[in-house]
């Protein structure tokens, strides 16, 4: 399914507009190098590519068929494609499952069962996989490679999600929409992706699972080697009635989901935007070698309010020995402060953040690091956003750094800087300090701190 030698887009649509347009034109776009075959019975060239009236006509091999036709006629090619020796379909269509047609669905299964096809979906938006350029979605044409994997069982938020990663500067490997999971699950996923070189992390928007004993197990398993997130949907009782009409998933007991997670290491983010904020921490820095945390900071209150979160968050502040406490009181005037959080204070330049961070990095002592910024006329945040690259490009990324830097839109873009370097950077100190947070609790959870 992710290094298919061809893909066929049954239902490749001559209208700009229409899903088998789009996908067949994201799939030539985003550089796929296999071959491509779109399939429909009224045309002979889509977007510059020869069309086939069926896929019994392909004189190539196809790995892959993406299936983008009414429903009532999937299972008829899902036959054909058995018969071409396809190994796997995503089926884009709806109007299964989570419509009450659960015979319909158990159709399309059993006919990819008897031909040894895996079959995603179907209601699905499609798949991408960065390392062989795949994007068969019918989402943004232009997303970021990096080490995410993302599985998505919501199409619409999966898709809305694609464009927030773009905007948000967050790198992906892979995106799976699973839909109604009638055959490839999350377990399936989870395995693929443990073994998946570009996969550094794995963050699962879920709302329900059908085999939970085999997700247990395998979590379990892939937790040991790569963290998972997961944003399980469907808490309340009527979020729970809402997921049942969505995807026709048994929503279960919240309690018994969260101590399943609990149990297999796997940390649960609350929204989206602490699913990814950890999501990006972890899939750029490397795993904490121990608890003692710093907080460099030129300001007081956002040291207060990151303290106050190190504790929500599980985060160990250390008090620093007095060596240590000598070399950063080079960096700052006799009002400020070593007791962690260390206080350059207001005064401080991007000369000052540079000192107290390389000491920061050098010292085996110190396992990690939360860089706070008040924005002043002092220091220019571009500036600070340099200095930063330059020490790290000097020192190395040898220990987790998360980094906040509150203020205007001068802000906003130096911390784009930051995340485009893969330092990542964060509005508000309490984001900072719960990626941190989630870094370390699976760092503890594998026994590695
Ligand atoms: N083989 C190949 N192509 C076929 C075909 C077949 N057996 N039968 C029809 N086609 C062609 C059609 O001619 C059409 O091409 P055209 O536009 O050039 O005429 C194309 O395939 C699509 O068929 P059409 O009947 O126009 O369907 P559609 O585009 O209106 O709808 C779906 C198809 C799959 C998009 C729709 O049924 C559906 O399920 N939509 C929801 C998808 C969704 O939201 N999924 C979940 C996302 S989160």
């Not at 066929?8 to 034109?25: V, Y």
């Not at 796997?88 to 009450?100: D, K, L, M, Q, R």
Request: glycine content about 10%.
């Amino acid at each position: 399914m992710f290094n298919p030698r061809g893909v066929a887009i049954i239902g490749a649509s001559r209208k700009p507009g229409k899903i088998g347009h789009e996908i067949l034109k994201n799939i030539i776009e985003y550089g796929y190098k296999g071959e491509i075959y779109p399939i429909n019975p009224k045309a002979d060239e889509i977007l510059g590519k020869k069309v086939y009236k069926s896929i019994l006509e392909v004189p190539g091999t196809v790995d892959l068929a993406i299936i983008v036709i009414p429903a009532k006629f999937v299972a008829e090619v899902l036959e054909e494609c058995g018969k071409k020796g396809v190994k796997a379909v995503a089926v884009i269509s709806s109007g299964f499952g989570e419509v009450g047609k659960h015979d319909m669905e158990e159709e399309i299964v059993e006919i990819s069962k008897k031909y040894g096809m895996r079959l995603l979906g179907p209601n699905i938006f499609g798949l991408f996989y960065a390392p062989t350029q795949l994007n068969a979605t019918f989402g943004p044409k232009d997303i970021l490679q990096g080490n995410i994997a993302f599985i998505t069982q919501s199409g619409a938020l999966g898709i809305a999600l694609m464009g927030w990663t773009i905007l948000e500067n967050i790198g992906l490997s892979a995106i799976v929409s699973v839909g109604n999971k009638a055959d490839i699950d999350d377990d399936d996923l989870l395995e693929y992706f443990s073994k998946d070189e570009k996969t550094k992390i794995i963050l699962i928007y879920m709302e329900g699972v059908k085999n939970g004993p085999r997700f247990i197990k395998i979590a379990k398993e892939v937790t040991k080697n790569k963290p998972i997130i997961v944003l399980k949907a469907g808490r309340s009782k009527r979020g729970a009635m809402a997921a049942a009409s969505h995807t026709g998933s048994l929503a279960g007991s919240d309690t018994i989901y969260s101590a399943a997670f609990k149990q297999t290491g796997i940390l649960r983010a609350m929204n989206v935007a602490e699913a990814f904020d950890w999501a990006r921490a972890i899939a750029e820095l490397p795993p904490p070698e121990g608890e003692d945390t710093i907080i460099i900071t030129n300001g007081g209150g956002v040291g207060v309010m990151a303290t106050d979160a190190c504790e929500d968050y599980n985060v160990k502040l250390m008090n620093l020995p007095e060596d240590l406490a000598q070399e950063f009181r080079k960096y700052m005037p006799p009002f400020g402060s070593v007791k962690n959080p260390i206080d350059l204070t207001g005064q401080a330049s991007e000369k000052e953040f540079a000192g107290a961070l390389k000491t920061a990095l050098k010292d085996d002592r110190i396992h990690a690091v939360i860089l706070l910024y008040c924005q002043t006329a002092i220091t220019d945040p571009n500036s600070l956003a340099d200095a930063i690259i330059n020490v790290i490009k000097e020192n190395g990324k040898t220990k987790p750094l998360v980094i906040s830097m509150v203020g205007g839109k001068e802000c906003a873009e130096a911390m784009k800087k930051l995340n485009l370097k893969g330092l990542p950077a964060y509005p508000i100190p309490e984001r900072a300090v719960s990626s941190l947070g989630a870094y370390m609790k699976w760092a503890r959870y594998i026994g590695k701190i």
